[in-house]
């Protein structure tokens, strides 16, 4: 049996523009595309030029696990790390920082925080910082791990 089921943002963008609303449709798309997926974050391994970092508090982590490849800077850490230099990053976290013109993909337990994070990177000069909206609610759910 055939169902319609229009994808949301698409039918909502088509009606926008219909009723003469076209910036902020076009606002809608632009912020789509300025989300991380489940799909992006699973192939960070394969993409080294991309980072992600998990906002969550070490405990969180200790006790939940984390989404591979992750660099684990605590929230209330992320705008000091933002402003450390490439060797201080390095030393406190184990990992390169990432450079300004790097996809920074930000995760946490369910979006706010990663949201939170990736506007407070565009705010320190990583134009390509987004959040990953699931985080590791979404991310343990697909994997099986909760």
């Known amino acids: 049996m055939f169902s319609f089921r229009p994808n949301?943002?698409?039918w909502?963008?088509?009606l926008l523009v219909l009723i003469g609303s076209s910036a902020f449709a076009e606002d809608i798309l632009f912020e789509s595309k300025n989300l991380a997926t489940y799909e992006e974050v699973k192939d960070i391994p394969n993409h080294p030029e991309k980072y992600?970092?998990?906002?969550?508090?070490r405990e969180l982590v200790e006790k939940d696990g984390t989404i591979p490849g992750s660099i684990i800077i605590p929230f209330m850490e992320?705008?000091?790390?933002l402003m450390m230099n490439d060797k201080e990053f390095n030393m406190k976290y184990g990992r390169e920082k990432p450079p300004r013109d790097?996809?920074?993909?930000?995760?946490?337990?369910?979006?706010q925080y990663a949201q939170m994070g990736s506007?407070?990177?565009?705010?320190?000069?990583?134009?390509?910082?987004?959040?990953?909206?699931g985080s590791w609610l979404e991310w343990s759910k697909r994997e099986g791990l909760d």
């Open 102 to 111: 790097a996809v920074v993909i930000f995760s946490c337990l369910g979006g």
């Open 52 to 57: 992600l970092i998990d906002v969550r508090s």
């Open 78 to 81: 992320l705008e000091n790390a």
């Open 8 to 10: 949301f943002p698409f």
């Open 12 to 14: 909502l963008l088509f």
């Open 119 to 133: 506007d407070l990177a565009k705010k320190h000069g990583w134009e390509k910082a987004k959040p990953y909206l």
